[in-house]
């Protein structure tokens, strides 16, 4: 097959109709960033929770001189600390525990807000108003109410937190932003599909003179449909690329440079997280052109 | 070469039929001349013959082929060996003679070296020698109408159908089309041609096909056009 005539059409055809092909490829490289981003998030989710999954502690609060439960009878008592810590030990659910003091509480604290508040005449708090604590770490993080039932209703403990409730606005925002992402792909996704399926009925028309004679002549379907096929293939690279691009500059001075120093406490997605998106944009990209040109040019181009 | 039995041809969406019942037996190398009111099913029964339609009923063969059942991938096949010719030439503005006849044959995959020899070969033929350099629009109508010739033959099509190729021109440059399309025929192309031109069906004393109202009312070798409009 001689594809001279076709290469001549695409770049002709890439250039005729410049505006709306540059409009298909900004359609394309925002949807697909946001496609990527999404992929990114959903990783995210699965590694954060992969991790905080695999050490996930219970804190038991014991109580301490002043507690504000007033099932508390003043500071724990050590037969008090040695009950709790036989059922914690006896529980089948328990694959690990500690005790925390009041000064490792205290220090903690004060990390967590500064030191500058607890020096002085007048601090915000000292170690004797810190309670005990035992730390708790599960075999199965989904196997929980057994240990927590158990231990709640012992004399000298406070109150239970459940580390899930911690990071339950972490995944609930992940969750957010990645639906948030998806969805507004999803807009950009049909405005593409619109926009490519527009592009293609202007070609067909600014080409109507040809394609009626190459009908006539015997071309075949495909040979009048490549150049339209290589177009939309054209720019879905272009977008691709675009969004890769995107993606990897997020990556660098978004996820590497910013986020991963400051928020240390869960692991952050990399490079090959990184790849996952972008395999998955390199894939949604020609899909998105190509199909609607596959529909279209059936439809116009019908022999 | 050409065969309709019985065929129909009904419009989507039309009551009337624009063929009715048509069967009509066209041998190699034939010249047929179509004639009729304007409405009779002229150009339909060209466009059936290349499958722009399917029948309604009836069968059509081509070359020993049922056109009618003939797959959608296989009919760029059918139409690579006919060449067709309008009333209105359909060249590209934008290309030269040469490259307008040679687009024919480049998106049917045929090679530089055939395409190379075949066009200077083609337009010699039909009296364009040296003007293959010229734009469509440098061109008199005539001389238009040589280059979609051309570009119909370049292929060596065993059918040519030309509908109405001389409507557009004066009688005398319809003379030297008709004597073209005529050498054509002299070849071994049949040709048919739709034409509403009495003079010239009168003068070339061809076999004359007339439809009316979608129906063959006469089928005459070295027929005259025989009726007013
Ligand atoms: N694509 C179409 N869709 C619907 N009706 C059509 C179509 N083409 C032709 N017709 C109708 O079919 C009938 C025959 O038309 P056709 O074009 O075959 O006539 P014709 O003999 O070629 O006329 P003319 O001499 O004016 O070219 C007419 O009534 C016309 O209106
Ligand atoms: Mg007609």
């Not at chain 2, 010739?149 to 109405?164: C, G, H, K, Q, T």
Request: proline residues 4%; contains cysteine; charged residues 20%.
């Amino acid at each position: 097959m001689q594809l001279r005539y076709v290469f001549s059409e695409l770049g002709q055809g890439l250039r005729r109709n410049l505006t709306m092909h540059v409009a298909v490829v900004l359609t394309l490289f925002v949807s697909l960033t946001l496609v990527g981003l999404g992929v990114l998030l959903n990783q995210q989710a699965d590694k954060a929770a992969s991790y905080w999954g695999s050490q996930l502690q219970i804190t038991v609060w014991l109580c301490k001189e002043k507690d504000d439960n007033p099932a508390c009878t003043g500071e724990v008592t050590d037969a008090q600390k040695q009950a709790i810590e036989k059922v914690t030990k006896d529980n089948p659910e328990v694959a690990d525990y500690h005790f925390e003091s009041k000064e490792q509480a205290f220090e903690k604290v004060k990390e967590l807000l500064g030191p500058d508040k607890f020096q002085g005449p007048n601090p915000a708090a000292t170690a004797a108003d810190m309670p005990q604590s035992l730390w708790i770490t599960l075999k199965d993080p989904d196997q929980y109410k057994g240990i927590t039932s158990a231990v709640v209703g012992l004399d000298g403990v406070s109150g239970i937190r459940d580390a899930r409730q911690t990071l339950k606005p972490l995944y609930g925002s992940i969750n957010a932003l990645q639906w948030g992402a998806l969805g507004t792909a999803a807009f950009l996704v049909i405005a593409a599909l619109l926009l490519v399926a527009n592009t293609i009925r202007l070609a067909a028309f600014a080409r109507r003179r040809e394609i009626g004679i190459m009908r006539l002549v015997g071309a075949s379907t495909v040979y009048i449909a490549l150049p339209f096929l290589l177009e939309a293939l054209v720019t879905a690279l272009i977008g691709v690329t675009l969004a890769a691009g995107g993606l990897g500059a997020f990556m660098y001075f978004g996820v590497h440079q910013r986020i991963e120093g400051k928020l240390n406490f869960i692991p952050w997605v990399g490079g090959s997280e990184y790849v996952v998106a972008v395999i998955a944009i390199a894939i949604l990209g020609p899909i998105l052109t190509l199909l609607p040109t596959l529909v279209l040019t059936r439809k116009y181009l019908k022999v | 070469m050409i065969r309709f039995e019985k065929v129909t041809k009904t419009y989507a969406g039309m009551g009337h039929p624009a063929l009715d019942q048509v069967s009509v037996d066209v041998d190699k190398g034939e010249f047929v001349f179509l004639v009729g009111a304007s409405g009779s099913g002229k150009s339909t029964f060209l466009r059936l013959i290349l499958r722009e339609y399917r029948a309604s009923s009836g069968r059509i063969y081509v070359a020993g082929k049922e056109i009618n059942r003939l797959a959608g991938w296989k009919v760029p096949r059918l139409r690579r060996s006919i060449g067709t010719v309008f009333q209105d030439f359909r060249l590209l503005p934008n290309k030269t003679v040469s490259e307008n006849v040679a687009f024919a044959l480049q998106v049917i995959g045929r090679s530089r070296s055939e395409i190379a020899t075949l066009v200077p070969e083609t337009l010699e033929l039909v009296g364009l020698e040296g003007k293959g350099d010229r734009m469509p629009d440098e061109l008199s109508g005539g001389e238009q109408q040589r280059v979609a010739i051309a570009r119909a033959f370049v292929n060596r099509p065993m059918i040519l159908i030309a509908d109405e190729p001389t409507g557009n021109l004066d009688p005398t440059t319809s003379v030297g089309i008709m004597k073209l399309l005529d050498r054509i025929n002299r070849t071994g192309t049949t040709v048919l041609m739709a034409t509403h031109d009495a003079g010239i069906v009168d003068q070339m004393r061809k076999r004359v096909i007339e439809l009316d109202d979608g129906r063959v009312i006469r089928d005459q070798a070295q027929g005259v056009y025989g009726f007013q409009h």
